[in-house]
């Protein structure tokens, strides 16, 4: 059966222009977003997604306390308008609690939950664009807004999909690829190299699933320098604005004392 658009074409280029392996332009805003302890906006193509992070703190429930490790709650809602259906979709939504859940097993051995005992992490996540690679783009922007709530984590989660058309494997899908190719999802640690999650909505031959994984991986290194970059822009502006801060404080102390001493 024949594909409804032209996947690939004959100079090795997809629909939006990239090659197979090109990866789409990522942008990460670390801005602090209400009262929320750490927040990530990820934009990823044309998916854009915000994450907020509230804890740890106690939790809400006494029959959801764990007297060992905290209890990660990961809730999710998508806007109306993130695609062109305008589709209003309940955080009751099956595909929004299964994501939810997927995003919740794959922070668990990540966290280092057993720091906070009898205690809740609070993960909200809010869709506000997709077109394609939705989950990578959710599990990318949750390792940032944990890292920016300052969770220790035991490494960095770096997430990106994987399909196969014909026999070209193709990393970053977009949602009219991943309607018309067999994909995957991968989520990574970067640095001990271990995976926390694989997920398939569709069926991949064994004999291109080794491939696709693999280059997956490399991609996870990719966008792990991304986020990399984008945490250490983020703390070198904060110290600079507690630097700022602290010496203007000083000014003004020092201000204050000579208009006292012009009153005595």
């Known amino acids: 059966m024949s594909s409804r658009i032209e996947i690939l074409n004959d100079g090795g280029y997809r629909s939006d222009g990239r090659k197979q392996y090109e990866l789409r332009d990522i942008t990460i805003d670390l801005t602090q977003q209400g009262t929320a302890d750490g927040s990530a906006q990820l934009t990823h193509g044309l998916t854009q997604v915000l994450v907020t992070v509230f804890g740890p703190r106690e939790a809400k429930m006494r029959s959801q306390t764990l007297h060992d490790r905290a209890v990660l709650n990961v809730e999710m809602s998508v806007a109306p308008f993130s695609t062109g259906e305008r589709r209003k979709r309940s955080r009751a939504d099956r595909r929004i609690l299964e994501m939810a859940a997927m995003i919740a097993s794959t922070f668990e051995p990540v966290v280092q939950t057993n720091l906070y005992p009898r205690s809740q992490i609070d993960i909200y996540v809010h869709v506000l664009q997709q077109d394609g690679s939705l ?20 490494d960095f989660v770096c997430a990106v999909t994987g399909g196969v058309h014909s026999t070209s494997p193709l990393l970053d899908l977009t949602t009219l690829e991943e309607n018309d190719v067999p994909h995957m999802t991968v989520a990574v640690m970067p640095r001990t190299r271990k995976v926390t999650l694989v997920t398939m909505e569709t069926r991949l031959h064994v004999e291109r699933f080794r491939e696709l994984f693999e280059l997956a991986c490399e991609a996870g290194q990719t966008i792990h320098r991304e986020m990399k970059y984008a945490v250490k822009d983020r703390t070198v502006a904060l110290v600079n604005a507690m630097d700022a801060g602290s010496k203007g404080g000083a000014a003004d102390d020092h201000d204050r004392d000579v208009v006292m001493d012009d009153r005595i």
């Open 135 to 154: 989950l990578p783009a959710c599990i990318n922007a949750t390792t940032l807004a944990l890292v920016t709530a300052g969770v220790p984590l035991l």
